[in-house]
């Protein structure tokens, strides 16, 4: 019996030892099937692998010069700025360092140098064509809003309100045409309700380019530098006196830029009214030395002009002709 049962145990150890070679077998087998699979468990780890490595390539900071083309738009974008504001300073300085060729006549046939020749002048430039409609108005005595006073001669203009440019106009001379006809005037008012550009000629003026009755016309001009013998005139405001005065300049040749008054230890300039009078507020200067300035930058100095209120005293001096 005990013999039998020895017997029947060594069958059962080999049938199990065959099993577990045979479980090692086919799981060799298996091992190796999944090796050479192409498809297999290995390039499924490869795979997985290349997500990692594209999220290091675009956390690396060698990948930075990659995005350098994204803010070079944001830095291209304020060039337009310095673009715009290069040419215009670079042609301000350039024309206003002209003041030799402005007193030749080249200049004047480009709007631009014969402009910054005249460094000091407002809307109204030289060489500078303007256009606009031009009416008429009875000039009556020829007195406007520049306060010269009557006068004998009514080749004169209203100018609209914006050239006007509270009262730095008055005094100018411009050449207004309208077809092939043109005529010569000097601003000594100023037409409030006109549009920039336009005129209001006295009747006397008008008739020189068209017809009365013609109401409106086109015009272009231009200002003028002419030729004339006078020289120029002073004349202290109604009122003026050692404590407050009024100053004003006539027959200028060019527009006057500034009217200066000597304070003894330098020049003060005085401030401009609408109706073309300098005012000093304080008292400073009345009687004393004055310095006119035209808008090419040419100074005059005048002395000896007593406070004689509404008197038009002559002066020795006149502004060179541009």
Not at 150 to 155: E, G, I, N, Q
Not at 164 to 171: L, Q, S
Not at 200 to 216: H, P, T
Request: hydrophobic share 35%; proline share 8%; with cysteine.
């Amino acid at each position: 019996m005990a013999s039998s049962s020895h017997r029947r145990s060594a069958p059962r150890r080999r049938t199990a030892l065959v099993a577990a070679v045979a479980v090692a077998a086919v799981g060799l087998l298996v091992s190796l099937v999944m090796v050479l699979r192409p498809d297999g468990g290995a390039h499924t780890v490869e795979a997985a692998a290349t997500p990692a490595a594209s999220t290091r390539q675009t956390s690396d900071p060698a990948a930075t010069p990659k995005l350098s083309p994204k803010p070079k738009p944001s830095t291209a974008s304020p060039k337009p700025k310095p673009t715009k504001a290069t040419p215009k300073p670079a042609k301000a300085p350039t024309a206003s360092a002209r003041p030799s060729p402005a007193h030749t006549t080249t200049p004047a046939a480009d709007a631009r140098p014969a402009s910054g020749a005249a460094p000091l002048a407002g809307r109204i430039k030289p060489g500078t064509t303007y256009s606009g409609v031009a009416t008429h108005y009875d000039a009556a005595d020829g007195n406007g809003a520049c306060t010269y006073g009557p006068t004998s001669d009514l080749m004169i203009v209203a100018m609209n309100h914006t050239d006007y440019e509270t009262a730095k106009a008055c005094g100018a001379y411009i050449s207004v045409h309208a077809g092939g006809a043109s005529v010569t005037v000097r601003v000594t008012n100023e037409c409030p309700e006109c549009a920039p550009g336009a005129l209001d000629l006295s009747e006397q003026a008008f008739a020189k380019l068209a017809a009365l009755n013609a109401g409106r016309i086109p015009v272009t001009w231009m200002l003028l530098s002419p030729s004339t013998s006078s020289t120029i005139s002073i004349r202290y405001k109604t009122g003026s006196s050692a404590n407050w005065c009024g100053i004003q300049a006539l027959g200028h040749r060019n527009p006057l830029a500034r009217l200066e008054v000597s304070t003894g230890s330098g020049w003060r300039q005085l401030t401009r009214e609408t109706y073309n009078y300098f005012l000093s507020e304080s008292g400073t200067g009345c009687g004393g030395s004055l310095r006119l300035t035209d808008i090419y930058g040419e100074q005059l100095t005048v002395s000896g002009i007593a406070i004689r209120p509404d008197a038009v005293q002559a002066t020795r001096v006149q502004f060179a002709r541009h």
